[in-house]
Every structure is written in C-alpha cells, then in structure tokens.
C-alpha cells in the first residue's frame, strides 16, 4: 500500500512538473517570435527604427524600448501600443507581468 502511495506522489509531482515546464517554454518561446516582430511593427506605425531589449525574470517581463529623440514626445503613446498589441497577439505573456520602458538614445554623428 505504501509503494502505491509513494508512485501516485511521484507520479503527480512529474505531471506537474512538465506542466510548469511546458508553460514556460511557451513564454521563453513567445518572447523569441516578440523579440523578431516588435521592432517591424513599431517601425512601421512610427516610421523610425526602434531598438528592443527583452528580459524575462521570475516574475515578470522587461521591454526595453529605444528610441530616438524625435520619438520623444510619443513616449506614452509608444508605451500604449506596444501593451495592446502583446494582449492581442501574446496573451500568454499576461500584460500586467510585462513592463515596457522607454529609453531615449543619444544620436552619434
């Protein structure tokens, strides 16, 4: 009865296991697709090349936005329309664990 018990625990802690793995390759791998369509798609709906920066914590994901000076005015709205589009087309990145920071770059000549 004892080695019954101990395999249904063993058991259940790998299931539940390859569950918490299988969700955090899907994060690792939307975060990879994100990282190759973000700065197409802010490029062009703001007509200027934008850099990004993606990092994933434990408890939430960093966006870092570079922008240029012209941009800057647009910070908020830049900030707006990347948090839609991650809810429309990332949902499995849950939009309140992701943080979007704008930085602006200083432009060399």
Known sequence: MKTSWKNLVYIS?????????L???RIIKSLLRL???????LENLYGSKIETDLTLTLH????????????????????KSTREYIN???PELKAERVRVEIVTLKVTQ
């Open 23 to 25: 969700r955090v390759y």
């Open 13 to 21: 802690l790998v299931i539940i296991l390859l569950i918490l793995g």
């Open 35 to 41: 990282h190759k369509v973000l700065p197409q798609f």
């Open 60 to 79: 939430y994901t960093i966006i870092r936005l570079g922008i240029t000076p012209e941009l800057e005015q647009r910070k908020e709205d830049i900030r």
């Open 88 to 90: 429309e087309f990332y």
